[in-house]
C-alpha cells in the first residue's frame, strides 16, 4: 500500500476532517499520514496525525522552516487551514513547484481576496453582485482585512457614520441586508481547471466564528451563482464561498470567498461530497467530472470529544 503524507498548516482542531483524509486514502489504497504545523503541541490534531511545533506565520524563518519540514517528512500534499496559512501555501508552492502539491492559486489571487477593498473591486470588474453601500442606513462595517466575522460593526445613523470616519478607512461599508448566510463547500481541480463539486450549506448556529449546526441545501440557484463566482475567481483547490439571500428580494449576493477548506465543510462530506477523495484523485492526477450525488437537507451537528493527556506541559 502506497503512503501518502500530508501537511496541515494550522490544522490544530480538523480531527474530523483528517479522519475523512485517512477514510478516502483507503478507497484509493493509500495509507495516509497526517501531519499538522502547529505552535503548540497539545491540540487536538496530536490524536490522529503528528503536531510540527513550527514558526509563526509571519516569521522570516517560516518558508525555509516549512521547506525543511516538508523534506525531513516527505510531505506529498500541504493544505492551509486558516487565512495567514493560506498565502503562505501560496508562496510555498511557488518556491516548490511541482515537488510537493499545494492547491492553492497564485499568491496574487490568494492574497486579493483577504482584502475587501479589493475584492469589492473586483466584483465590480467582473459583474458580481455584492450588497453595494448606497448611502443608507443601517449598514455594516467590516475590517478590510478581517476574518471569521471579527470585528464586524452596524452602524445605524448617518451621525454614527460620520463620527467613526477616521475609523473606517480601515473598514469597508457594505448595505445591510436581512435575510440568510449561505455558505458553499467547492472543489476546483488543479490539473485542469474544473470544478468537481459545489454544495451549499444553511449556517444554523455559530460559536466562535464557526458553524456548529449547518444542513445542506440543494439550490440551483445558488449553485448557478456559485459557478460563475467560481470561473471568474481563477482559484482552485479547495474554495468556500459565503453568500448572502436577501429576503425581501431574493437576491443572492457575494460576501467573501476563501481558497481553502471552510471550518464545517465536513457537513458536506457527510452528505455524500467526499472533497478529501476528490482532491486525492486530483493529486494522483485521476481524471474527475462535476460531482451532484449529494444528498440535499443533510444535518450537521457538532459535538465536543474531550482528550486527556497525562502530565502535559501548561501551554
Known amino acids: 500500500m502506497r503512503t501518502?503524507?500530508?501537511?496541515?498548516?494550522?490544522?490544530a482542531k480538523r480531527v474530523s476532517l483528517a479522519e475523512c483524509f485517512i477514510n478516502a486514502g483507503?478507497?484509493?489504497?493509500?495509507?495516509?499520514?497526517i501531519f499538522s504545523y502547529e505552535l503548540n503541541e497539545n491540540c487536538p490534531i496530536s490524536f490522529v496525525g503528528e503536531v510540527i511545533i513550527g514558526e509563526m506565520w509571519n516569521s522570516p524563518k517560516l518558508i525555509d522552516h516549512l521547506k525543511q519540514t516538508i523534506s525531513q517528512k516527505e510531505i506529498d500534499i500541504v493544505l492551509p487551514f486558516v487565512d495567514p496559512a493560506t498565502i503562505v501555501a501560496a508562496n510555498l508552492k511557488e518556491e516548490l513547484g511541482e515537488c510537493v502539491f499545494v492547491p492553492v492559486g497564485s499568491p496574487q489571487f490568494v492574497d486579493s481576496f483577504f482584502n475587501k477593498k479589493r475584492t469589492t473591486e473586483w466584483c465590480e470588474t467582473v459583474c458580481i453582485p455584492f450588497p453595494k453601500f448606497d448611502g443608507t442606513f443601517p449598514a455594516i462595517v467590516k475590517p478590510v482585512n478581517g476574518s471569521a466575522s471579527k470585528g464586524i460593526?452596524?452602524?445605524?445613523?448617518?451621525?454614527e457614520f460620520d463620527s467613526s470616519s477616521k475609523k473606517l478607512n480601515d473598514y469597508v461599508v457594505q448595505r445591510f441586508i436581512r435575510g440568510k448566510e449561505y455558505t458553499v463547500d467547492?472543489?476546483?481541480?488543479?490539473?485542469?481547471?474544473k470544478l468537481i463539486c459545489s454544495v451549499?450549506?444553511?449556517?444554523?448556529?455559530?460559536?466562535?466564528?464557526?458553524?456548529?449546526k449547518s444542513i445542506t441545501i440543494k439550490d440551483f440557484k445558488i449553485i448557478d451563482f456559485v459557478h460563475?463566482?467560481?470561473?471568474?475567481?481563477?482559484?482552485?483547490?479547495?474554495?468556500?464561498?459565503?453568500l448572502l439571500w436577501d429576503e425581501n428580494s431574493g437576491d443572492l449576493y457575494f460576501m467573501e470567498i476563501n481558497p481553502r477548506f471552510g471550518g464545517a465543510v465536513v457537513t458536506s462530506i457527510g452528505a455524500g461530497a467526499n472533497i478529501p477523495l476528490y482532491l486525492l484523485k486530483d493529486y494522483l492526477n485521476i481524471e474527475q467530472s462535476y460531482q451532484e450525488n449529494w444528498e440535499d437537507k443533510t444535518l450537521m451537528i457538532r459535538r465536543f470529544t474531550e482528550y486527556f493527556?497525562?502530565?502535559?506541559d501548561n501551554n
Open 153 to 159: 460593526e452596524i452602524i445605524y445613523s448617518k451621525e
Open 26 to 33: 483507503k478507497e484509493l489504497d493509500l495509507n495516509i499520514n
Open 200 to 212: 451549499p450549506r444553511e449556517r444554523l448556529e455559530m460559536q466562535g466564528g464557526e458553524s456548529i
Open 4 to 11: 501518502l503524507n500530508i501537511l496541515f498548516l494550522g490544522g
Open 186 to 193: 467547492c472543489y476546483v481541480s488543479v490539473n485542469n481547471n
Open 309 to 312: 493527556v497525562k502530565d502535559a
Open 228 to 242: 460563475d463566482i467560481i470561473k471568474k475567481s481563477g482559484l482552485i483547490g479547495p474554495i468556500t464561498v459565503q
